[in-house]
């Protein structure tokens, strides 16, 4: 619901500046996108102990966007960008085998785990420095889905899903065609905040995600 009311004020933002502005062009689109994930997290026991593991995902996936480029040189740019879909942060599921420990919560099983990126949004700024050139920056967010799963006769724990914020920047060059299209060809990185969050059986995890990517994108002006 919070990331549904962003996305709402951000239409009526755009919407509203494009109706008040002298000069300046709106545009919409679609891109693709090339992207690196990584990960390093650890989790802490209920009873002690500490394990850490570090992994990561190569995705390709695209988006669709809407921008006001502001004045008749159009140098300055508000937008929000959305990547629609999920697709699993590490390439392949962690799994480990566990010894009995003579805890009821911790008995001898394989466990594994995963997480899903899903619903993602970023609402950027673009300013050109010269011959097409713009330095990007932007607020993101997405939807963390963490999928865990155990053959232990204990209890498996499990931990919730959250949104992150994230600080994404980026380089690239822009340029128009024909009478009414443009095209945006970026690279960017994204760091998100650390997601912290605790088990239905008491465990803690801590982990860092960030993503290196570049962008093409196609649109028409109105």
Avoid: C
């Avoid at 508000?78 to 566990?98: E, H, V």
């Avoid at 967010?141 to 232990?152: F, L, M, N, P, R």
């Avoid at 980026?170 to 912290?196: A, P, W």
């Amino acid at each position: 619901m919070i990331k549904l009311r962003n996305m709402l004020i951000a239409v009526i933002a755009i919407t509203a500046l494009s109706s008040t502005a002298f000069a300046g062009s709106f545009g919409v689109g679609f891109g693709g996108h090339a992207a690196s994930v990584s990960v390093d997290g650890t989790e802490a026991g209920h009873g002690g102990g500490q394990k850490s593991a570090t992994g990561g995902n190569d995705a390709m996936f695209g988006s669709y966007f809407f921008e006001y480029n502001f004045g008749d040189s159009e140098r300055f740019t508000l937008g929000a960008d959305f990547i629609p879909g999920s697709f699993d942060i590490n390439r392949k599921t962690l799994k480990r085998t566990d010894p009995a420990s003579g805890d009821a919560n911790d008995t001898a099983g394989d466990r594994s785990a995963n997480a899903t990126i899903s619903d993602h949004v970023t609402y950027y700024a673009d300013l050109v420095i010269g011959a097409g050139v713009y330095v990007k920056a932007g607020f993101a967010q997405v939807d963390i889905e963490t999928k865990e799963a155990s053959t232990g006769s204990g209890t498996t724990g499990s931990y919730p899903n959250k949104t992150l914020d994230a600080w994404t920047f980026g380089l690239g060059q822009k340029g128009d065609f024909g009478s009414r299209g443009f095209y945006k060809v970026e690279g960017y990185i994204t760091d998100y905040n650390q997601f912290e969050a605790a088990s239905t059986t008491g465990n803690t995890v801590t982990a860092n995600l960030d993503v290196v990517g570049a962008s093409f994108k196609l649109g028409m002006k109105f």
